[in-house]
DNA sequence: TCTGGGGTCCTAGGACCC
DNA sequence: TCTGGGGTCCTAGGACCC
């Protein structure tokens, strides 16, 4: 029964979702950008997505995850510019502060959005449109930034509110009217109702979150299964099932890290894809050192020019944690599942069933892992404090890249011959 | 339209074990 | 003799989110 996995008392919660955030946060950078139509992302003759588009931009048909090129046609005016991921990671670790003097029962659920649990903070911080507005002033004020807060009895309520709240404003569903509030909007405006589960609520007739509400909660788990019974649940405002119905600050630890690279143009050419899929591996072993994680499995991600992509894992007899050891095996499925010389879009490097430890090494090979383990660590370190281009251990792209590649190919640190 | 990069979760089938 | 089934692990793919 769905109704019996809500907790017995009424919370609140507040959605707080930051406004055209990566677009304000620019601003701050640069105020002319102010009032105009803004795309964040990259160039508008680039390969590549909208991140963000301002509210002046989305007048004209731009939205995220937009082709920018896309954009650019529709409205050829707005000024795009290059995202910058340090930026917004400072600004949301200041989101993040703010917040956190209101409750320490914050989560972010990405860089611009969090869930605050505010149940029980009447006495300290009123009634919860009054602790919402002052959320709202502080945050302002102190970060520069706007923001809507949605309230609700569960995380769907206040995340759909503050969807409605936008931009800039406050929304509060009161406890007991949420199946009213949902009831007008289109299904898609469900968390979890995306353009495939769209089209097919459609093709039976159900538009609206209210078209949903009538149906037979036994027909929509038939034919949709786990999935359709938690959607009977979400259009009564439930928090039915999977993430959202965790608490509010729980800890997740992460399942699984991963870099993957597009390249500008297609290419066939060995030594550079191989070359990328070893800075691919430094990088996801870098992620692993610093978080204190081995995988046990590794998986090798490959589009092609027409956009086939398959993904092929391995899962190791130990769990590592170092570059090599994550290229040599990504190496081998490339070469067991490259079609040779058909042009490759995309690679990508991907890490997961993550162990704290690494299991039973023997001693002569821990030892050897030891040894390479301080090796990185002290590579790692190198980079922090002069860059990322100063220490490669076959990093790079073309040109100087290739005579690297060849004459070490399992891109051994140190002097001395691979192998 | 010509489609990024980082994630999470779910499904489904096959292998293998009891 | 004929016919089981559950549980877990692994892999591949896909929907979805920001």
Same mark, same amino acid.
């Given at each position: 029964?769905?109704?019996?996995?809500?907790?017995?008392?009424?919370?609140t919660?507040?959605h707080?979702?930051?406004?055209?955030?990566?677009?304000?946060?620019?601003?701050l950078?640069?105020?002319?950008?102010?009032?105009?139509?803004?795309?964040?992302? @990259?160039?508008?003759?680039?390969?590549?997505?909208?991140?963000?588009?301002?509210?002046?931009?989305?007048k004209? @048909?731009?939205?995220?995850?937009?082709?920018?090129?896309t954009?650019?046609?529709?409205?050829?005016?707005?000024?795009?510019?290059?995202?910058?991921?340090?930026?917004?990671?400072?600004?949301?670790?200041?989101?993040?502060k703010?917040?956190?003097?209101?409750?320490?029962?914050?989560?972010?659920?990405?860089?611009?959005? *969090?869930?605050?649990?505010?149940?029980?903070?009447?006495r300290?911080?009123?009634?919860?449109?009054? *602790?919402?507005?002052?959320?709202?002033q502080?945050?302002?004020?102190?970060?520069?930034?706007?923001?809507s807060?949605?309230?609700?009895?569960?995380?769907?309520?206040?995340?759909?509110?503050? @969807?409605? *709240?936008?931009?800039?404003?406050?929304?509060?569903?009161?406890?007991?009217?949420?199946?009213?509030?949902?009831?007008?909007?289109?299904?898609?405006?469900?968390?979890?109702?995306?353009?495939?589960?769209?089209?097919?609520?459609?093709?039976?007739?159900?538009?609206?979150?209210?078209?949903?509400?009538?149906?037979?909660?036994?027909?929509?788990e038939?034919?949709?299964?786990?999935?359709?019974?938690?959607?009977?649940?979400?259009?009564?405002?439930?928090?039915?099932?999977?993430?959202?119905?965790?608490?509010?600050?729980?800890?997740?630890?992460?399942?699984?890290?991963?870099?993957?690279?597009?390249?500008?143009?297609?290419?066939?050419?060995?030594?550079?894809?191989?070359?990328?899929?070893?800075?691919?591996?430094?990088m996801?072993?870098?992620?692993?050192?610093?978080?204190?994680?081995?995988?046990?499995?590794?998986?090798?991600?490959?589009r092609?020019?027409?956009?086939?992509?398959?993904?092929?894992?391995?899962?190791?007899?130990?769990?590592? &944690?170092?570059?090599?050891?994550?290229?040599?095996?990504?190496?081998?499925?490339?070469?067991?599942?490259?079609?040779? @010389?058909? &042009?490759?879009?995309?690679?990508?490097?991907h890490?997961s069933?993550?162990?704290?430890?690494?299991?039973?090494?023997d001693?002569?090979?821990?030892?050897?892992?030891?040894?390479?383990?301080?090796?990185?660590?002290?590579?790692?370190?190198?980079?922090?404090k002069?860059?990322?281009?100063?220490?490669?251990?076959?990093?790079?792209?073309?040109?100087?890249?290739?005579?690297?590649?060849?004459?070490?190919?399992?891109?051994?640190?140190?002097?001395?011959?691979?192998?």
């Amino acid at each position: 029964m769905a109704a019996a996995q809500q907790p017995a008392f009424l919370r609140t919660i507040f959605h707080v979702d930051m406004d055209a955030f990566f677009v304000s946060v620019e601003e701050l950078y640069d105020p002319s950008l102010k009032g105009k139509a803004v795309v964040v992302g @990259g160039q508008r003759d680039e390969r590549g997505v909208v991140s963000a588009a301002s509210y002046e931009a989305r007048k004209f @048909g731009v939205h995220s995850a937009m082709p920018l090129r896309t954009a650019a046609k529709q409205c050829p005016h707005a000024i795009f510019v290059d995202g910058h991921p340090e930026r917004y990671r400072e600004c949301s670790e200041k989101v993040y502060k703010v917040l956190g003097s209101f409750t320490p029962q914050v989560e972010m659920a990405s860089i611009d959005e *969090a869930y605050l649990d505010m149940t029980g903070t009447e006495r300290l911080h009123g009634p919860p449109l009054r *602790a919402a507005h002052n959320l709202h002033q502080r945050m302002k004020a102190e970060t520069g930034l706007n923001c809507s807060v949605g309230i609700g009895s569960s995380r769907l309520i206040a995340k759909v509110s503050s @969807g409605q *709240a936008k931009p800039n404003g406050v929304l509060w569903i009161l406890p007991g009217e949420e199946a009213k509030f949902l009831s007008p909007l289109d299904v898609r405006e469900i968390p979890g109702v995306g353009k495939v589960m769209e089209s097919h609520l459609h093709a039976l007739g159900i538009k609206k979150v209210g078209d949903l509400a009538k149906l037979e909660e036994g027909e929509l788990e038939e034919r949709f299964g786990k999935w359709g019974l938690a959607l009977a649940g979400k259009a009564r405002g439930e928090d039915a099932g999977g993430w959202f119905d965790s608490e509010v600050a729980a800890e997740h630890d992460a399942k699984s890290i991963s870099h993957e690279h597009t390249y500008n143009e297609d290419t066939a050419d060995q030594p550079q894809l191989e070359s990328t899929l070893m800075r691919l591996s430094e990088m996801v072993g870098r992620r692993l050192r610093e978080s204190n994680f081995h995988a046990r499995t590794v998986q090798l991600k490959l589009r092609y020019k027409d956009f086939t992509t398959i993904t092929r894992a391995h899962t190791l007899p130990n769990p590592t &944690q170092l570059d090599t050891e994550i290229f040599e095996h990504i190496r081998a499925l490339f070469r067991k599942n490259w079609k040779k @010389g058909i &042009q490759v879009r995309l690679l990508g490097v991907h890490a997961s069933s993550f162990t704290t430890q690494s299991s039973q090494i023997d001693l002569l090979e821990g030892g050897r892992q030891q040894r390479w383990k301080d090796a990185l660590t002290a590579a790692d370190k190198l980079r922090d404090k002069f860059g990322e281009s100063s220490v490669g251990l076959a990093s790079g792209l073309r040109g100087s890249f290739r005579e690297r590649t060849h004459e070490n190919p399992a891109g051994l640190p140190g002097k001395g011959k691979a192998k």
